[in-house]
């Protein structure tokens, strides 16, 4: 066969930074057919990005290393979690023959080929031929898979594997995925299990993994993980997460967050790994180790807006707690920062639109100031709207610290059923921020139950003070406190520093709520009177 035939209708993608080297590479496969047209070229991430989302390829060539940086596996990731991904298209990896570390690594990708540094053009031709044949072989099989034809896909399978020096796992994973289809586990699960004693490779041990843990079969999945790891395999980011989960449901944050770590460290490209490590330190109260991780993001890896809004509002939420820790509010700059960036998003890409982003940070900017007030039905609208699991997260913190306690016990519920289909490590740190977040809807409706007695006992200023300060979103509960504060004693029996605490609180809401009607309201002056006489009187109290 002429090498004109060869590569002329193949889109080959070239992913090497040196561009002399991305140049030699770019000759080769013209040498043997390429055509110009089809020949791209990616020197960086945001290239590399934009064309695997646009163009299906059919040869991908990636250096694992380039310019003394590891960049093979943030590619080889970013590839499979594209938009154009295909499995017919064939990934070669180019490796330094010399380095045994980068090798390891490029295997570890398990590409159709890894193209040892440096190469002549036969060798370069040899192995890119027997890589496409392979991809075309496969691409059969993946088209009999598709239309639901398994039997012959796994004949075709099985057929390849017995040729002698084919050694492809490939069509292994075919004859799994038909079996998997079929919803035939049990016969899937048996190959992997002999696969595991033919070959000295970590996929079938994974395989296995992946789905026991997909059936729920929590015990094998953890065994075989425990197997995994006593094997010496490198960590894995499903087999590491499906243990520091158990960890997790064993009450050992601490060895949770190391493992996490361990794994972020190892696959700084994978950015949900990043986060979940960010979310994990936050449950620990690590609020410092939280950010150093949040500092990590790598944002060349962000797969897309959706995750991008997730980063900046989990770094929005850390420094609000932060800020709660230190007893101060958090900068609005911040806020009106992060809504920028979101807002310069074309909102076709986002899942919420701009109009309730401006709406959900008008909001957590009101809340964030010294006026607490918010309508249960404006909160309930929002919480509605969003499409995004993070913002429901946010806007039930809202309804806990402003007090909207139905709403709270309405959502929780609502989110536990959300989360208990799921059983992964994301459900699990999610179920325990909701067990937090029961804690303290339930010392709040303590405090209101509390509230409650104390009127009944005719205490109405230690109950209004505890209204206004548990629940500050309803206006009446500051105005009906400050109005008791003139009108009756304080009592001996009352809370003196939770009224001192409290009052100035109230007087503040209730004089931003007026500015915000008119900016010169007479009422206003009238408040600030009270205030002064109520400050006084608290300084020596009248006892009844």
Not at 14 to 20: D, F, K
Not at 255 to 263: D, G, Q, S, T, Y
Not at 316 to 343: C, Q, V, W, Y
Not at 468 to 477: D, Q
Request: net charge positive; glycine share 2%.
């Amino acid at each position: 066969m002429a090498d004109k035939k060869d590569l002329s209708d193949k889109r080959i993608l070239i992913v090497e930074e040196n561009s002399m080297l991305s140049s030699s590479i770019k000759n080769m496969l013209k040498k043997m057919g390429g055509a110009e047209d089809n020949l791209h070229k990616a020197q960086n991430v945001m290239t590399f990005k934009q064309l695997v989302n646009q163009h299906r390829f059919d040869l991908i060539i990636c250096s694992y290393a380039s310019k003394k940086k590891i960049v093979g596996p943030k590619y080889h990731y970013l590839y499979q979690e594209s938009r154009a991904y295909s499995c017919d298209c064939s990934f070669v990896v180019i490796a330094n023959s010399g380095d045994d570390d980068q090798i390891r690594g490029a295997e570890e990708l398990e590409p159709d080929n890894i193209l040892g540094h440096p190469f002549n053009y036969n060798q370069f031709k040899h192995l890119i031929a027997s890589s496409l044949i392979k991809r075309s072989i496969l691409a059969t099989v993946h088209k009999k898979l598709e239309i639901g034809l398994y039997d012959e896909a796994i004949e075709i399978c099985n057929r390849q594997s017995k040729r002698k020096g084919i050694e492809w796992l490939d069509f292994h994973k075919v004859v799994v995925d038909c079996y998997v289809k079929q919803n035939k586990y049990d016969s899937a699960l048996l190959v992997l299990k002999q696969l595991s004693k033919q070959v000295k490779h970590r996929w079938p041990l994974v395989k296995q993994i992946s789905l026991h843990n997909e059936l729920g079969n929590e015990v094998e999945a953890l065994t075989l993980a425990q197997e995994y790891e006593l094997l010496g395999y490198p960590d894995d980011p499903l087999v590491s997460q499906i243990t520091a989960r158990h960890s997790l449901l064993d009450c050992d944050l601490d060895k949770a967050v190391r493992v996490m770590i361990k794994l972020s460290i190892r696959y700084p490209h994978i950015v949900h790994l990043t986060l979940k490590c960010v979310m994990l330190c936050i449950m620990l109260s690590d609020y410092r180790k939280a950010s150093m991780f949040l500092a990590k993001i790598d944002y060349d890896s962000v797969l897309d807006d959706e995750e991008l809004v997730f980063i900046e509002e989990l770094r929005l939420f850390l420094e609000a707690l932060i800020a709660i820790k230190t007893r101060n509010k958090m900068n609005p700059a911040t806020l009106k920062t992060s809504l920028k960036g979101i807002l310069a998003i074309q909102e076709n890409e986002l899942t919420d639109s701009h109009k309730f982003s401006k709406g959900l940070y008008h909001l957590l900017l009101q809340v964030n100031g010294v006026n607490p007030v918010c309508s249960p039905k404006r909160l309930e609208l929002l919480y509605n709207q969003t499409k995004l699991e993070h913002r429901k997260f946010a806007l039930l913190a809202v309804a806990l610290h402003i007090g909207c306690l139905d709403l709270a016990r309405t959502w929780l519920d609502e989110l536990r059923l959300l989360n208990s289909s799921k059983k992964d490590i994301a459900m699990t740190i999610s179920c325990i921020v909701l067990d937090k977040a029961e804690a303290i809807l339930s010392v709040k409706a303590q405090a209101i139950q509390q509230a409650t007695e104390k009127a009944s006992l005719g205490r109405v200023i230690d109950a209004l003070a505890i209204k206004a300060k548990e629940a500050p979103y309803f206006i009446n509960h500051h105005s009906h406190f400050i109005n008791a504060m003139l009108k009756f004693k304080v009592s001996d029996s009352s809370n003196i520093e939770l009224l001192k605490e409290q009052f100035p609180v109230s007087v503040g809401i209730v004089i931003e709520n007026l500015i915000k009607q008119d900016p010169m309201h007479p009422k206003v002056t009238q408040i600030q009177k009270a205030k002064r006489i109520v400050q006084k009187r608290l300084q020596t109290p009248l006892h009844a």
